[in-house]
């Protein structure tokens, strides 16, 4: 699993946590006090008697605070679950174009691997015609020089093959070992865009902040604490009683009335909105974006038809049967050689744009490839 989801998911677990503490009914736990006294006179006659005093206090919400409380939890907890879906997503989008650029790779180093067969065939020939007075010397070593270039292109292109399949193979948490295979077709595209889970937790966080404030405001109300007693005095006389107590609310600074924490909390509310605002505007823009590069790669795909591709991969195979023959020269051989490699490269450099172009605009739709 990403190390951005588990992030999301522990942040999401503590979340449920402050959840579970924001459900207890009561504000506080009983508070049971005692105490006990021998009486006993000094003179005669004295009367000798126990005391003992027992009472069970309770604080009460009044106002309102745990519903509040819970709302802001909920809240708070549903914005996790947004950022987790947005990390999923993301997590996936990046591993979908890594797929895709490993999948561009792996054909870039067939093909790096044609043009170097080909080039190696040109030079031999080029040097065979050379020894028998047919070519140049110069000519043979340009052709030699071409294969060398070819075959570091070929070397170059497998390392960057086999870097790039093992960051796709990281990203989707396959062995190491695992071939990564696959065709280079773009996904399907969403028709309609829904709102980024991104935007969501931002919205629900907006959310959480203004149910704590509420929930702070509400605890400016004093919460009365509900007592009975019972107790023997020195009479020997059962004595049953109840208590109602309130505390004194004094103002700031002399008392605590939340206000700070209000303060905070308003302040923080019109800051996650400002931020979902920002992102309404900035994911329409890369919507906007991802469309037009969509089109633009559907159309520069349509350019490399599969008649144009495969003739320019048999051309390429037969330049060297082409100079031998006579009907070619060598440095127009060479240049045919590099315009064949560009129509075979720029075959699956379009297809690559496309199908990453697919991936950014299901991502910026909101659709979690």
Sequence with gaps: MSPLVREQLHAREAAEGRREAARPVLPSNPVVAGSGAWRSGSGPGAQQSANWYVTVSQELELAGQRGKRLDAADADLRSLQFRVEAARAETAADAWAAYFRALAAAERTRVAARL?????????????????GLSSEVDADVAETQALRASRVRLEAEADAAALAARARALVGAPPEADVTGTLEPLAVAEAAQPRPELLAVEEERGFFEARGEALGRERIPNPTLSLFVQNDGFDERVLGAGLSFPIPLPQPVGRTRRGERLEAHAEAQRAGAEADRLRREHGLELVAARAAYGAATKARALYTAERTERAAVRLEAIATQVKAG?????????????????????????????????????AAGVAP
């Design 116 to 132: 170097e067969t080909a080039a190696a065939s040109v030079a031999t020939t080029v040097r065979a015609m050379a020894v028998n």
């Design 327 to 363: 009907r070619l020269a060598v440095r127009d051989a060479l240049i045919a050689q590099a315009a064949l490699v560009e129509q075979l490269s720029g075959e699956i450099d379009v297809r690559e744009q496309l199908c990453l172009a697919s991936v950014r605009l299901n991502r």
